[in-house]
């Protein structure tokens, strides 16, 4: 009897605790409020980026085309090419600009009817690169590190910025988060911004999603649900806090997945 009451003791602050982080969270990421089927010509959907009220912008993984999406439908309304075929994999936009990440760190500048200016990671060798937003308070560029290039280092993924007036990547990392703390299969496929401020952070490979506070803090994470989330690759958030998560194809129809926060 003594120790089943010690095990309690443990166990019963460890429920407390992860059942306050899931009562905090502001989504039911069971229950979309809207599900659209997308065009099989995004059955590679990426990166996702909130232009408006009632448009969204896309990349895929295998064109250099942004597509401008209606936001209630999901139906491509313009598209336009910026590059060559490649690997992209995310986008934001600021300033009348684009900016397409491409998975080794490469990131477009992209003006319609204009040449893309192109920023370089510098030595990103055996570098992966999936997510990419606007944190416009800082006036950077958020860029999430999917694998880094040095193999003793892939206990942690990184979070780089890029500065939008020295057009250049920081050396060091804004974020370097433990796995462990996690999943040890983390690895970022979607970045995006909270109007409240908090970092949300997609991982198709883990199915999860973490929370972090502007300053690294882990908020909160939660697992998501395989059926809904077959391939979850892009992130965006309306002004309104309004949530947008896009899945590509993956012997599955694409999606993107809207939820409204919990009153």
Same mark, same amino acid.
């Given at each position: 009897?003594?120790?089943?009451?010690?095990?309690?003791?443990?166990?019963?602050?460890?429920?407390?605790?992860?059942?306050?982080?899931?009562?905090?969270?502001?989504?039911?990421?069971?229950?979309?409020?809207?599900?659209?089927?997308?065009?099989?010509?995004?059955?590679?959907?990426?990166?996702?980026?909130?232009?408006?009220?009632?448009?969204?912008?896309?990349?895929?993984?295998?064109?250099?085309?942004?597509?401008?999406?209606?936001?209630?439908?999901?139906?491509?309304?313009?598209?336009?090419?910026?590059?060559?075929?490649?690997?992209?994999?995310?986008?934001?936009?600021?300033?009348?600009?684009?900016?397409?990440?491409?998975?080794?760190?490469?990131?477009?500048?992209?003006?319609?009817?204009?040449?893309?200016?192109?920023?370089?990671?510098?030595?990103?060798?055996?570098?992966?690169?999936?997510?990419?937003?606007?944190?416009?308070?800082?006036? $950077?560029?958020?860029?999430?590190?999917?694998?880094?290039?040095?193999?003793?280092? $892939?206990?942690?993924?990184?979070?780089?910025?890029?500065?939008?007036? =020295?057009?250049?990547?920081?050396?060091?990392?804004?974020?370097?988060?433990?796995?462990?703390?996690?999943?040890?299969?983390?690895?970022?496929?979607?970045?995006?911004?909270?109007?409240?401020?908090?970092?949300?952070?997609?991982?198709?490979?883990?199915? $999860?999603?973490?929370?972090?506070?502007?300053?690294?803090?882990?908020?909160?994470?939660?697992?998501?649900?395989?059926?809904?989330?077959? =391939?979850?690759?892009?992130?965006?958030?309306?002004?309104?806090?309004?949530?947008?998560?896009?899945?590509?194809?993956?012997?599955?129809?694409?999606?993107?997945?809207?939820?409204?926060?919990?009153?």
């Amino acid at each position: 009897m003594l120790m089943m009451q010690k095990m309690i003791l443990i166990v019963w602050p460890i429920l407390m605790a992860f059942g306050c982080v899931a009562d905090r969270f502001i989504y039911d990421l069971n229950t979309p409020d809207r599900t659209m089927k997308l065009s099989s010509e995004l059955n590679e959907i990426s990166g996702l980026e909130m232009i408006s009220d009632s448009v969204i912008a896309t990349v895929q993984d295998e064109k250099g085309k942004i597509y401008i999406l209606d936001l209630e439908s999901g139906k491509i309304k313009d598209h336009f090419d910026f590059g060559k075929k490649g690997d992209y994999e995310g986008i934001t936009h600021y300033k009348n600009h684009f900016y397409v990440l491409r998975s080794d760190g490469t990131i477009y500048k992209v003006k319609r009817g204009k040449d893309a200016k192109t920023y370089h990671f510098k030595n990103s060798k055996n570098f992966d690169f999936e997510g990419l937003c606007l944190d416009q308070k800082n006036k $950077r560029l958020l860029v999430a590190c999917k694998t880094h290039g040095d193999k003793k280092k $892939r206990k942690y993924f990184y979070i780089y910025s890029f500065s939008l007036e =020295q057009k250049e990547f920081d050396d060091k990392p804004v974020f370097k988060i433990l796995k462990e703390d996690i999943d040890k299969d983390f690895k970022p496929s979607g970045i995006a911004i909270h109007p409240n401020g908090h970092i949300y952070i997609l991982s198709s490979f883990a199915k $999860r999603l973490l929370v972090l506070s502007r300053k690294g803090e882990i908020v909160n994470q939660v697992k998501l649900n395989k059926s809904l989330f077959h =391939q979850p690759e892009g992130i965006t958030f309306t002004r309104l806090g309004d949530l947008f998560i896009s899945n590509e194809k993956n012997d599955y129809t694409p999606t993107i997945l809207r939820f409204k926060e919990k009153k």
